[in-house]
């Protein structure tokens, strides 16, 4: 048992220097402490269901590592790497690869994972796209991506297949239609559903207040 804490907490360690290094230089909200955050979020969602708590660590900790918003790489490579690199099996290797496939928002083409491991760091990752964190990140995002904040008169563009969710040019208050506020109903497990729900609350308040002021 002490073997397997060690070797948990050697890979967590490990692979937590190499993503640091990999994201020092994102203002898109994709940086380390994104994926520290979604690791928190995981490593407690695990705690409550029956899963693989190493296969959730390793897949939280990678899973933007080759997000194609933020890098060129094909088939996973630095994922890849990373876990080759920290000396990780092979079948460990694949389970992780899946659920990085597995865990994006992709507008109508957004897919449920098929196992609890992938279905926990989805949420994990969801988790942190709203609330007081989400929001921050969506203006990071929308600044580092040349979006406006708001333009009254551009509206949301609902129900989204994958190639227009990836090229289509909105502003951020939009994308709070378009992806952030559907997510409380997207959540698979009831941990992350009590959490999303305090966090969707908070994005609510913050866009009444935002137009009000506006
Ligand atoms: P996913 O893989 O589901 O896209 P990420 O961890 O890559 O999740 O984070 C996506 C985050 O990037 C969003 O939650 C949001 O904060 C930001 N983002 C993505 N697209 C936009 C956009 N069009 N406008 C503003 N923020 C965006
Ligand atoms: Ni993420």
Known sequence: MNHLKNQYEQTRYMLGQKIKELFAKDCSGHDYWHSLRVLNNAEKIAKTENCDEYIVMVAALLHDTDDVKIFKTTDYEHARRLMSDCCLTKDTIDRVITIIREISF??????????????IVQDADRLDAMGAIGIARAFAYGGNHNRAIYIPDCKPHLNMNEAEYRTHE??????????????KDMMNTDYAKAMAKKRDKFMRDFLKEFYDEW
Do not use: D, M
């Open 106 to 119: 992709i507008g109508t083409e957004t897919v449920c994972p098929a196992s609890i491991e992938g279905k």
């Open 170 to 183: 909105g502003t951020t208050i939009n994308h709070f239609y378009e992806k952030l506020l559907l997510l």
